[in-house]
């Protein structure tokens, strides 16, 4: 048995019901989990003395707005002898986006998380110290969700050259 | 013009006032260090031997902008650096000129979207564009010698 | 801004802070201090802000975000070739690896085989990339802390390999050379000829930069000690690259999780002991070495063949095919107006920049356009651990801290 079925084998005999779905896509394996027994799923899978996923390369989200439920969170795990690569996705909902902290078993989740509240909005409960890390500390709205325009300013032609510069604001002396 | 044929071999050079000072600001203009981004490993490169600005008097970057004549804003600007971007350029003292450096610090360059302020000219007046992502050394160079052309140009009215 | 908007801005920011500091900031027996975005050791637009006792730190914050740029969204709205030529201008030092990484992962997605001669220069360009990168932190690290005269130095041998960028490309820093399926175009002559120069000139150069700072007492006392971490706290903070090598721990993802026909070479992996800024030094300089050995193995067995893979509905015909050929100039016009469509799914892979793993987790969604680009960047996560490296040091021990990580705002702020 590869350690991926191991590991597989061993996530639904804890969680039974807990594991919608396991994919594997491109040679990569992602288990689709409940979002209330994520930080569990990581624990677990950290902690157990046959599955040592210790490693957490990556935390992101993607936003799938406007089908529901929108927000998909990605763990990236990698267990490091082998090494194995391991990806833990949550499903949350827009109304309801809050997920407990990962920052307990994984120590560099913090930054991460940090990112996804400031990016997405989707708060961390019991995160440290969770404020906006890359956007000024009071922007608003939330730059990655699909909702939330680019914010271009449009490419000045002949044809509206006056009209862009009348409202541009240029600085004074 | 006649003075100095009647004081002969005595090294005495008569100009006037607009062109001494020109000469004297345009030679020894001191940049002030705030490299950004990309544009600041090539500000970098041109200071460095194969590109020598040293020639021109401009080698020693200041970091403090109470020391500097001249800010390359070489970069992108974010929204969130441009108070402080702002802030530099008032503490700079009288005369002081501003060279935008690259696509990014002239117009906002590739990015265009929420995080860049499309044009370094909303927050600072610029008085040299310079294209390029990134320019290149001579490039820059070139910038410079266009304001070192522009400063000489300037008249008493300007700046008495 | 106006100057009441400013003012509000900043006070914002002071009460959010109170919770970092100890208790004896607030009764005035610590300092706050502000190392501000705009200082000539921070590498970049870093803002720490330190609580100082005296001149030892009691705490220090990163506050990042002054050079957010947007690209993750940004990328979203373009195709996926147009996206290419923002990757370059994340980690600025690093730039053909930042599109290595990004067509790997678009040919991942896409399962897009790429040729193996693409696949050579890809590794030779990258490992070039790799020294230059190095040169700029060997020069600014040590321009930092002991000496100035290896900044010029090293800054007139990434000359040589901008010249070669040049020659490849025609841009010295922003190629975009590497794309998805292989490479713009291929090699000119003279290429191979231009980089065994370089590789015979630089090896001397190394000898001289290391008799200069290894054995030099100024170096060895401002290096050795300072910014210790031990190699199970670096795992646990996620630190990867040349940090988490110093502190003693072979992970490399060139050799852990090989990509892009770095299976073929045979290179050393060099490893620190004590975790301090000197082992990560001797790592580094250790690993300009290893890669002029990549090199050299590369352009011993660079094979013949096409560099950009045949796959039409991926790849660009050669213009000579779009005079004669129908499918050639409709597979052109297609790849130009709307771009080549992605499957649904998400793929993650990783290459090692040098900094540390850099990853992209690619999202696609059936359209030609990402739906959505992460890119997991060394810098960010190694800046993490900043704070606890820098406890009880002097705050100019910080200045040598920051350079040893070697981070490039780029890279953090995205």
Same mark, same amino acid.
């Given at each position: ?10 996530? =639904?005999?804890?969680?039974? #019901? ?16 409940? =979002? ?21 390369? #990556? ?63 989707? =708060?961390?409960?019991?995160?440290? #110290? ?7 500390? #009071? ?35 | ?160 | ?414």
């Amino acid at each position: 048995m590869t350690y991926i079925e191991k590991t597989v084998t061993a996530l =639904k005999e804890k969680f039974g #019901d807990a594991i919608e779905q396991v994919a594997v896509f491109r040679g990569e394996t992602t288990a689709w989990v409940k =979002k209330e027994v994520v930080v569990e799923v990581l624990r677990f899978l950290k902690e157990s003395p046959d599955l040592r996923y210790t490693f957490l390369a #990556d935390l992101t989200a993607y936003d799938d707005w406007p089908e529901e439920p929108r927000f998909k969170v990605a763990y990236q795990l990698r267990e490091m002898t082998g090494p194995v690569n391991f990806r833990v996705t949550c499903a949350v909902h827009g109304d309801d986006a809050e997920l407990p902290t990962a920052t307990g078993v994984h120590l560099n989740a913090n930054w991460h998380e940090r990112e996804v509240f400031d990016m997405f909005g989707i =708060k961390f409960v019991g995160h440290p #110290d969770l404020r906006r890390i890359l956007m000024p500390a #009071d922007w608003g709205g939330h730059p990655l969700r699909k909702d939330y325009p680019l914010g271009y300013e449009e490419v000045e032609f002949t044809f509206n050259f006056d009209e862009i510069e009348k409202k541009k604001p240029y600085a004074k002396e | 013009m006649g003075l100095e044929q009647k004081l002969g071999n005595m090294g005495v050079v008569t100009t006037t006032l607009e062109t001494a000072v020109n000469w004297g600001r345009t030679n020894a203009m001191w940049p002030m260090l705030f490299g950004l981004a990309c544009c600041a490993i090539e500000m970098i490169s041109t200071v460095m031997p194969n590109n020598d600005l040293s020639r021109f008097g401009m080698e020693l970057m200041r970091a403090s902008p109470r020391q500097s004549d001249l800010m390359i804003v070489a970069g992108r600007v974010s929204r969130k650096m441009a108070p402080v971007l702002r802030r530099l350029y008032d503490q700079m003292p009288d005369p002081k000129w501003v060279i935008a450096m690259g696509d990014c610090a002239a117009c906002g360059g590739v990015f265009n979207n929420y995080a860049i302020v499309q044009g370094v000219d909303e927050v600072v007046p610029v008085d040299v564009y310079v294209a390029g992502c990134p320019p290149r050394p001579e490039a820059l160079m070139h910038g410079i010698l266009t304001l070192h052309e522009k400063v000489k140009k300037e008249k008493i009215k300007d700046w008495a | 801004m106006t100057a009441e908007a400013e003012h509000q801005l900043l006070e914002a920011t002071v009460d959010e802070l109170k919770h970092l500091f100890s208790p004896r900031a607030e009764t005035g027996e610590t300092m706050v201090l502000n190392m501000g975005p705009q200082h000539p050791s921070t590498h970049g637009v870093l803002r720490l802000i330190v609580e100082l006792d005296g001149e030892i730190i009691v705490n220090a914050v990163p506050d990042i975000g002054y050079l957010h740029t947007g690209v993750e969204k940004n990328m979203e709205a373009k195709t996926f070739l147009k996206a290419l030529v923002m990757t370059d201008r994340l980690d600025y030092l690093n730039t053909m690896g930042n599109n290595l990484v990004y067509c790997l992962a678009i040919e991942k997605l896409m399962d897009v085989h790429v040729p193996p001669r693409a696949q050579t220069i890809r590794v030779i360009l990258a490992e070039l990339q790799r020294i230059a990168s190095h040169l700029v932190w060997l020069g600014t690290h040590s321009a930092d802390i002991a000496s100035q005269s290896v900044l010029f130095y090293c800054f007139r041998e990434r000359e040589r390999i901008m010249d070669i960028c040049e020659m490849v490309s025609g841009q010295r820093m922003m190629t975009s050379y590497i794309r998805p399926g292989g490479l713009w175009r291929d090699v000119p002559a003279g290429f191979e000829e231009a980089v065994r120069d370089f590789l015979n000139y630089l090896p001397a150069k190394l000898d001289d930069y290391e008799a200069l700072l290894s054995r030099n007492p100024i170096w060895l006392d401002r290096t050795q000690g300072i910014g210790v971490i031990d190699g199970e706290t670096a795992l646990a903070w996620g630190i990867t690259g040349p940090s988490l090598r110093g502190s003693g721990v072979n992970f490399d993802v060139r050799k852990a999780m090989p990509y892009g026909g770095y299976e073929q070479y045979e290179f050393d992996v060099p490893l620190g002991q004590n975790g301090d800024v000197y082992d990560r030094y001797l790592c580094r300089m250790q690993e300009f070495r290893q890669s002029i050995r990549i090199i050299d193995q590369a352009l011993g067995k660079l094979p013949k063949g096409l560099v950009m893979t045949d796959n039409r509905k991926v790849a660009p015909p050669p213009r000579s095919e779009l005079g004669t050929s129908m499918e050639a100039l409709i597979h052109h016009f297609k790849l130009w107006t709307e771009g080549f469509s992605a499957p649904k799914g998400e793929v993650y892979v990783a290459t090692e920049s040098p900094r540390g793993e850099l990853g992209v987790f690619l999202a696609g969604n059936g359209g030609p356009r990402p739906h959505r680009v992460h890119f997991r960047t060394p810098s960010f996560v190694n800046l993490q651990a900043l704070p606890l490296m820098s406890k009880d040091h002097f705050v100019a021990d910080v200045v040598g801290i920051i350079g040893s990580i070697d981070i490039v705002l780029g890279d953090v702020d995205r």
